[in-house]
């Protein structure tokens, strides 16, 4: 057995399945649990938008709580403006789920909801700093950071809880798109980091699937 061109195999057949876990851009992309920084490129497909889900990481007035940044629309045309809903996702957990009324039932199962908090149109290179309506009502600071043409055409939006923007400015200036195709590639410049004990402490609040838009 040509033992180099099994391994050649072995690598191609994980490659390929590393390029389909990466999520279309009208999908949801989940931020790896206790980062810092994060970015996607997102769209609107019809009736799908593209959003990106993220847990505040310890260390911060947010820690723990849950949001989406959810693109609402994007233009390919100078100043190439993006507007994004956040929302927080809440527990309800005093609410009865349908069928388990019954005092002989299982107890019911928390509920869950997504609560809208701010929306903001972000043109080519703009960002939320901290003070603005967006960051005050506790999402998640980004950026307008990169876009691209095509059918749908996407926008690139950077996450930082750390308020740590690429080139902040408040400025639309409009620039080359950033073409990197993995999410957590490139500009990021291997930040995408998370401290192992509080990784897994977190976990334990991963990701409720129980409502998912």
């Not at 279309?24 to 990106?52: F, K, R, T």
């Not at 820690?63 to 629309?73: A, D, H, I, N, T």
Request: glycine content about 8%; proline content about 10%.
């Amino acid at each position: 057995m040509n033992v180099k061109l099994l391994v050649t195999g072995f690598a191609l057949i994980a490659a390929l399945s590393f390029v389909s876990a990466v999520p279309e851009c009208w999908q949801e992309h989940d931020m790896p649990n206790g980062a810092w920084l994060y970015q996607a490129w997102l769209c609107v497909n019809g009736s799908n938008h593209g959003w990106i889900y993220t847990v505040a990481p310890p260390g911060i007035p947010q820690q723990l709580k849950m949001f989406k940044v959810e693109l609402q629309s994007f233009t390919y045309i100078p100043p190439y403006a993006a507007t994004l809903n956040c929302y927080e996702q809440f527990t309800d957990v005093d609410r009865q789920q349908p069928g388990q009324s019954s005092p002989n039932s299982v107890p019911p199962k928390p509920s869950y909801s997504w609560h809208f908090k701010q929306t903001v149109t972000l043109n080519a290179g703009e960002f939320t700093p901290q003070g603005s309506e967006w960051t005050n009502a506790e999402c998640p600071p980004i950026k307008n950071y990169g876009q691209q043409g095509g059918n749908p055409p996407q926008v690139l939006i950077y996450l930082a809880w750390n308020g740590e923007i690429p080139g902040a400015r408040m400025t639309a200036t409009p620039f080359a798109p950033f073409t990197a195709f993995n999410p957590t590639a490139s500009a990021l410049d291997g930040a995408v980091s998370a401290n192992d004990g509080a990784v897994a402490w977190l976990n334990k609040f991963a990701k409720r699937k129980a409502f998912k838009r």
